[in-house]
C-alpha cells in the first residue's frame, strides 16, 4: 500500500468522525499537517482498497498498511475465541490504539480505537457531560454497568444507551469506537 501508512490511516477515520464533529477534526488535520482534501484522499483510497480485488483482505489489509500489529491477545468469544490486533497510532491519539478483531482464516469481524493496556482510563462524570472523544466504548461500559451497547446500523458507527436518573436513557455514539455525540 506504497503510499498509504499510520498517518493516512488516522485521516481516513477523521472522514465519519466529521460529520458529528467537524470542529475537532479540523484542528486533528492541523495536527497532524493535513489538509481538507489529503484527508478526503486518505478515505476514498481506505473506501477503495477496501473494494478492489487486487488488495489483500481482512488482516492483512491492515498488515500492509499498519505493519506488523504491535500487540496480540486472545479474547474470548462465544464458545470461539478471537484475536484482537492492536496497533499505535502516534499523532491523534498516543493513549490508543487501534484494534481489530480477527477470526479464523484473518477474518476482521471489528475494527475500532481501543485504550492501551498501560494507558489510565479518564475520570468520567455524568453520562450527560461526557466530552466529545473523551473516551471509548470499553471505558464507558467499564464505567456505567448498566450501559448496554446498540448497533446504528451504520458501518463505523457504534452506540451505547446509559441509564440515568428517572429512568431515562442517554445515548452516547460512537465512531470507529471514540465518543462523538452524547444525546439525552
Request: charged share 25%.
Amino acid at each position: 500500500m506504497k503510499g498509504f501508512a499510520r498517518r493516512e490511516f488516522q485521516l481516513m477515520l477523521l472522514r465519519r468522525m466529521s460529520d458529528f464533529q467537524p470542529d475537532l477534526v479540523e484542528a486533528a488535520c492541523t495536527e497532524l499537517s493535513a489538509t481538507h482534501a489529503q484527508y478526503m484522499e486518505a478515505h476514498n483510497r481506505w473506501q477503495t482498497m477496501l473494494r478492489s480485488k487486487s488488495t489483500p483482505k481482512g488482516l492483512l489489509l491492515y498488515e500492509a498498511v499498519l505493519g506488523p500489529a504491535d500487540e496480540r491477545r486472545q479474547v474470548p468469544y462465544g464458545d470461539a475465541a478471537l484475536t484482537a490486533h492492536r496497533w499505535r497510532l502516534a499523532g491523534l491519539w498516543p493513549e490508543l490504539r487501534w484494534e481489530a478483531l480477527v477470526g479464523t482464516e484473518d477474518f476482521v469481524l471489528h475494527g475500532w480505537l481501543a485504550r492501551a493496556p498501560d494507558s489510565a482510563v479518564p475520570e468520567l462524570g455524568p453520562a450527560q457531560g461526557l466530552a466529545p472523544w473523551s473516551c471509548v466504548v470499553d471505558d464507558v461500559l467499564a464505567r456505567f454497568p448498566g450501559a448496554r451497547q446498540r448497533d446504528p446500523q451504520a458501518p463505523a458507527r457504534w452506540g451505547v444507551d446509559v441509564p440515568v436518573d428517572g429512568g431515562r436513557v442517554c445515548r452516547l455514539m460512537f465512531v470507529h469506537g471514540l465518543l462523538q455525540q452524547v444525546a439525552p
